[in-house]
């Protein structure tokens, strides 16, 4: 069984930042592709910013280029999104996915390609 947690959500202000965490247990999250999406209520989940496994690749959202930053330490096996500059319409529940399978050269971007996922940090952004 494989269990993420993500962790470092709260209230800020507009314009204010956070970094989130996810950690696996048990799980070799090094190995694989991990991603970070979002969801409100009545809206589909969506990616935020997907990074690879022992490449640099990385994916982000249109809405949150040059804000949110993915990366990695793979020696603590953690993944982190910072967020900074943050705005009202990035509120939502915040989840890290992973997947069960290695795939060179390709980055998932999309819920239904990965398989593994946290039970979600409440970001908030409110004056």
């Known amino acids: 069984q494989v269990h993420l947690e993500e962790s470092g959500g709260g209230l800020v202000q507009p314009g204010g930042s956070l970094r989130l965490s996810c950690a696996a247990s048990g799980y070799p999250l090094d190995m694989y592709a991990v991603g970070w999406f979002r969801q409100i209520p009545g809206k589909d989940r969506g990616a935020v910013a997907c990074?690879?496994?022992?490449?640099?690749?990385?994916y982000y959202a249109d809405s949150v280029k040059g804000r949110f930053t993915i990366s990695r330490d793979n020696d603590k096996k953690m993944v982190y999104l910072q967020m900074n500059n943050l705005k009202p319409e990035d509120t939502a529940t915040y989840y890290c996915?992973?997947?069960?399978?290695?795939?060179?050269?390709?980055?998932?971007?999309?819920?239904?390609?990965?398989?593994?996922w946290g039970q979600g940090t409440q970001v908030t952004v409110s004056s």
């Open positions: 996915a992973t997947q069960a399978n290695y795939k060179a050269n390709y980055l998932a971007t999309r819920p239904d390609e990965y398989d593994y």
């Open positions: 990074i690879g496994s022992y490449t640099s690749a990385t």
